[in-house]
Nanobody, 121 residues
């Protein structure tokens, strides 16, 4: 069964860091593009970052460029989102999703359940 499970969220002060994990099962993550999305209450879901299969490319939203890093650990079948210099506006539920074909896309076929990130003093 295809499954994506996010973890690593929590409460952090402004300027702090968190590392989110997206653990895949039922498929080989290396063959797919994996994206990170976030949604705050009352706001639309937005794309945050994405990594293409085989390291062909990465994407970052303008709001997180220079602060977030996306990476893969193929041995653990996991994608990570390292978030540094966090701001209160980063507060949201963060989701990872699978994109068919190995390229980043807004049309994703499987999603994780989400993990809450709260940035507050």
């Amino acid at each position: 069964q295809v499954q994506l499970v996010e973890s690593g969220g929590g409460l952090v002060q402004p300027g702090g860091s968190l590392r989110l994990s997206c653990a895949a099962s039922g498929f080989t993550l290396e063959y797919y593009a994996i994206g990170w999305f976030r949604q705050a209450p009352g706001k639309e879901r937005e794309g945050v970052s994405c990594i293409s299969s085989y390291g062909r490319g990465t994407y970052f939203a303008d709001s997180v460029k220079g602060r977030f890093t996306i990476s893969r650990d193929n041995a653990k079948n996991t994608v990570y989102l390292q978030m540094n210099s966090l701001k209160p506006e980063d507060t949201a539920v963060y989701y990872c999703a699978r994109s068919p074909g190995g390229f980043c896309s807004s049309n994703n076929d499987y999603w994780g359940q989400g993990t809450q990130v709260t940035v507050s003093s």
